[in-house]
């Protein structure tokens, strides 16, 4: 694997956390919304079985806010999305794929309502807020659409209930799966959800008062030291495992939600106003062609990718692989693959192009590993 | 200075010209436009000294384009800025800032006017494909948006003319600064412009071939052996000299352009019809209160910065360094900072706030080097 530096910049933002996250030891990072996000510490694998057994706190600063308030906010989020939102209710997370007028997907952010009339949109690595003002304009909308100063921390892990008890007081083990509300900390009220981007279940704090980062790290880090917390940043590994997509990565512009398995957040019927519905019941009744699946195969332990893998029956080109890692659990490489209608069922055999040559893979359904809890 | 890995991952796309540029020893890299693009080869200072002596390949694939085409294309175009377009010819290329509705800047593309339907924007780092076609959809307009697949190549330096001359005959050289045409390479039409981020002449090539990539940059280095061809990218010492702002770096959407000093760029009075108007006329009614410019500081060698630096009179908080660089031509440290008015004019000393302590600066009026070209 090529080795590259990341260079400075004061275009890439750093964060409150940064300097934490560095004195932990983070060795590898990206650029994610034009803020630092670390990928790696020390070793991925002990990473990857400590976030499986204990709890760890995630700098996920760049999971950037556009927040919309006003009296058509509500109907401009649902312009945005052929997911129903008729029915959310305050204090709710939901997942939330944008699509854009042909159908392609924008960006897959949670909406937090926070009001009739409020919502954040925490979005994944593209400009949500330019998309949502473009349209607040052009359709004269009673919207503010700004991005507030928001730098989530995660708290992850099957110990992070425990860890955020003892921080919080037990108010927080009485948070749903995708609820948020708000608990005090230092006379500060802090907007904290059950949720996080992996399956094992874990919380996020939305920090708005970036003054008290480091108070907040620091009383994490003490009431977690007999939990043996440690710092850690979304694991590429447990995500694959739990069948997590990444925008950019897994699905872009050029994909429509009915090829990457979103049905069930495409309420295409019952949603007569969203942007894109015309192309998107097309695409439903001519049927789609190719659809995003899992895929395991053989070879030695793969690295992160930098390109998709091309995808064969014999010569044919049928696919690609979007991404992949070693799995340390199963003992097998597994990825993610957009792959044609001829070979989509699940046990289907395809050849994937690697550096090497070729491997042995075979088509799944996600997720490969369920967490115990 | 911290070092840090970026990560391998395929949400920051590799180029046609990547694998070429590695070859040639870059070693340090950024996302933009989460694209790869290389920052340094080898010594900044040798590649920053050929390039103010030889001809120099640049990968810029990162420059994206979004192509506005369409009965209301000149329209849209024109909504998005306060430079009056209604004079530009076919085959011309312009510096175009972008407003939002409270005239914060949004991108600053280079416009390639293709047709009087049609138009490029070569874009800085933001997501101007969203914002346009957000507008478009709000105000229902007769266009197509898009990002085609155009991996732009710099070919940069003082020798890039006798280069591209060799390449492509002698009609490149009668393209006009920030003028465009087509010119045949391998029985393909190419669009070359003279332009480039940089002060000293250049061109730059928007490939729409990618599959010619490979043979376009071998056929450049084969013409420009005698030239001393080399790879390189971007140079900050060079940008900085040349007093060339950076989208993201120097100015963001909470910066208009009064304070950026895009004056020729606002024909405010003449064009009724951009979006932000009210703002920017409000803004230059009550006039602005801060300003970008140039500053010139003491003290050891300033690496690229990871984050802003503060500025001060005394203990009193005045402005901020956006990009710095030492100039090995100058000797001395120079970049941007926005400054208070009460301080904005040049001559006036400030005090910089660096890692080691406070060094003694100057407010300038860039460029800093007047390029002998």
Known sequence: MRFRHLTPSSRIRITPYSELIDAQGATSFTSYNNTLLATSFKSVNEVYWHLRRHVQLWDVSCEKQVEIVGVDAA????????????????????????????GGLINDPIVLKLAEDRFWLSISDSDVLLWAKGLAIGFSLDVLVFEPDVCPLAVQGPKAETLMALLFGDGVSELKHFQFSFFEFKGYPLLIARSGWRKQGGFEIYLDNIELAGILWESLWQCGEPLEVQAGCPNLIERIEGGLLSYGSDFNNRDNPLECRFEKYCDIDNVSTFIGRESLIKQRDVGITRRLMGVSFS?????????????????????????????????NNIGFVMINKSHWDIGTDVKIEVAGGREEGCIKDPPFLVPPL
């Not at 649902?78 to 709710?92: K, W």
């Not at 690295?303 to 690609?320: A, N, Q, T, W």
């Open 299 to 331: 070879g030695d332990p793969c690295l992160p990718l930098e390109k998709r893998l091309g995808v064969f029956d014999g010569s044919f080109p049928i696919g690609y692989v979007t991404s992949a890692v070693w799995s340390p659990s199963l003992k």
């Open 75 to 102: 109907r401009l989020v649902q312009l945005m999305t052929p997911r129903d939102l008729s029915r959310a209710e305050v204090g709710q997370c939901l997942y939330v794929p944008l699509v854009d007028d042909s």
